[in-house]
C-alpha cells in the first residue's frame, strides 16, 4: 500500500488528509460554537486568533486535498449506482465546498469588523471585504448558517458511513486500512 490512490484503495496521503481534517474541523466546530457564546474581550482574544488561524490551517488542507485528488484520484466508490451511491456523492461534494466557503465566509466577517485577520497571530492576511456593520453581519451570518449545514452534513456523512459498514460493504475499512 502506497502513499497514492490506487484502483481499490485510499493511499496514505488521502487518508492522512481525511482524518486530520476530521480532527481539526470537529476542533473548529467545536471551538465555534464556544465562541459563539462568549463576548468578545481582551481574556479570551487569544480563541478568537485560535479559530481564525486553525480556518486557514483548514482551507489549506481542503485546496492541497482537492489537488491531491486531481493528482491521486481517489478510487470508484464500492457498492451498486443507486439513490444512496448519488446521495453519497453530493453530501461529499457540498462537505468540500463547504470547507472552502466557510473559512472564506469568516474570513470576510472579520475583515468586515476593520480589525486585522492574523495567521498565529503572526501574519497580517489582506481583508477580503471593505469594513462595515452590515458587511460583518451578513458574512458571519453566512458563516453561521454555513456551519449549521456542515454540521448537518457531517452528521449524514457519518452515519451513511457507519450503515455501510454495519452493512458489511467495506467502505470504512477502507478509509482506515486503505483496502477492503
Known amino acids: 500500500m502506497g502513499l497514492k490512490n490506487g484502483p481499490e484503495e ?3 496521503v488521502t487518508r492522512l488528509l481525511h482524518w486530520t481534517m476530521m480532527l ?3 476542533g473548529q466546530l467545536a471551538l465555534g460554537l464556544r465562541l459563539a457564546n462568549l ?3 481582551l481574556a479570551n482574544l487569544w480563541l478568537y486568533g485560535l479559530h481564525k488561524t486553525l480556518g486557514f490551517l483548514a482551507l489549506a488542507l481542503i485546496l492541497l486535498r ?6 491521486s484520484p481517489p478510487p470508484l466508490p464500492l457498492g451498486p449506482r443507486n439513490a444512496l451511491f448519488w446521495t453519497a456523492r453530493a453530501v461529499h461534494r457540498a462537505i468540500y465546498l ?3 466557503a466557510l473559512p472564506l465566509t469568516g474570513w470576510a466577517g472579520s475583515s468586515a469588523t476593520g480589525i486585522d485577520v492574523m495567521i498565529a497571530d503572526r501574519w497580517i492576511v489582506p481583508p477580503l471585504v471593505e469594513a462595515s456593520e452590515q458587511a460583518e453581519t451578513f458574512w458571519f451570518g453566512l458563516h453561521d448558517i454555513l456551519t449549521k449545514l456542515l ?3 457531517i452528521a449524514v456523512h457519518i452515519l451513511g458511513a457507519l450503515k455501510r459498514q454495519a452493512e458489511g460493504d467495506g467502505t470504512l475499512t ?7
Open 66 to 71: 482537492i489537488a491531491w485528488h486531481i493528482a
Open 24 to 26: 481539526l474541523i470537529l
Open 98 to 100: 463547504l470547507l472552502v
Open 174 to 180: 477502507r478509509m482506515l486500512k486503505g483496502r477492503v
Open 10 to 12: 485510499f493511499g496514505l
Open 151 to 153: 454540521m448537518a452534513l
Open 39 to 41: 463576548e468578545p474581550g
